[in-house]
């Protein structure tokens, strides 16, 4: 049975996950830093470097290079191809923002808020090339959108406390409550989302991937939210600003961390399946078979 079981995917290495792990994080830390002010021009330098990075770690994957120019041909059936192009504008904006504000120019603001609806678009384009790779039961699940996109938004505001509190900066007073509300909201997308697989069905594999220390995640999680209402400045507690980038080092760690699972770990193809048994000579047929697969 175990050559018709399913088997883990080796077309997207660590190049790729190192895509969505700078990406999404590159563009929440850019949608993060703009709200706050922006909180640092260099900060925001630091997120679109990020997310070139990231694309650079798929560049670096193709055997010709040349060929990553395919990537624009199909915007009109390729999530690929979107995020590619939602990636141009972004940096347009992003970097003419950073320069004008290095420069201390006074539009600089207004290009930095007109590059975060590609921000937004590009993580959620992440979700959706995951959405779209049907051979993958971990990656086909609807509910793995929102999980992406909550993913890089908390990763982007935990970077932001991280960054903030290493340099001496003062925080806004409203990263610890938000930053608390996106880890509420990416341990729901991954509730939602872990249930919805589990219904559906998936390679055994794949759910001890995702499943290796659950209670831990849970735990973890606790810990990170109560860091962050430590931080909250109307406590007027000893180490705020300590808990709360803390607490962004803890959110940016375990997102990455899941992201590398998701992708290099879990990435279990659907295997083959007989839906029933043939019957041999009179009778009723029996129950099909599924090699390493689970159901609930």
């Known amino acids: 049975m175990a050559a018709v079981a399913p088997k883990l995917q080796q077309v997207w290495d660590w190049r790729a996950a190192m895509n969505f792990i700078l990406g999404g994080a590159g563009t929440g830390l850019f949608i993060a830093n703009m709200a706050a002010g922006p909180a640092s021009w260099w900060i925001a330098l630091l ?7 990231g694309l650079a770690h798929v560049w670096a994957e193709i055997g010709r290079k040349w060929r990553f120019l395919n990537v624009f041909r199909n915007p009109a059936s390729s999530w690929m191809s979107r995020e590619a192009l ?48 049907k051979g993958i039961p971990a990656w086909r699940q609807p509910e793995v959108v929102a999980l992406i996109v909550a993913t890089g938004l908390t990763e982007g505001v935990g970077l932001l406390a991280l960054l903030l509190f290493a340099m001496g900066s003062a925080q806004p007073w409203w990263v610890p409550i938000i930053l608390a509300a996106l880890l509420a909201a990416r341990f729901v997308a991954w509730s939602r989302y872990r249930a919805a697989l589990a219904r559906a069905g998936a390679p055994t594999g794949a759910l001890s991937a995702l499943d290796a220390s659950p209670a831990l995640i849970a735990a973890l999680q606790f810990v990170l939210v109560l860091l962050t209402i430590w931080g909250l400045p109307a406590l007027g507690l000893p180490f705020g600003a300590a808990a709360t980038a803390l607490a962004g ?5 375990t997102g990455w961390v899941f992201k590398f699972t998701l992708i290099t770990r879990a990435a279990f193809d659907q295997g083959y399946a007989i839906n029933r048994m043939p019957a041999r000579g009179a009778g009723p047929g029996r129950a099909g078979i599924q090699p390493g697969w689970t159901r609930a």
């Open 47 to 53: 997120a679109l470097v990020m997310v070139g990075l």
């Open 86 to 133: 939602i990636a141009l504008p972004f940096f347009a904006l992003g970097g003419l923002a950073w320069l004008m504000g290095v420069a201390e120019l006074g539009s600089a603001r207004a290009f930095g808020l007109a590059a975060l609806p590609f921000a937004l678009g590009f993580v959620h384009a992440q979700g959706r090339i995951l959405r779209a790779a």
């Open 249 to 253: 080092l803890g959110a940016v760690a």
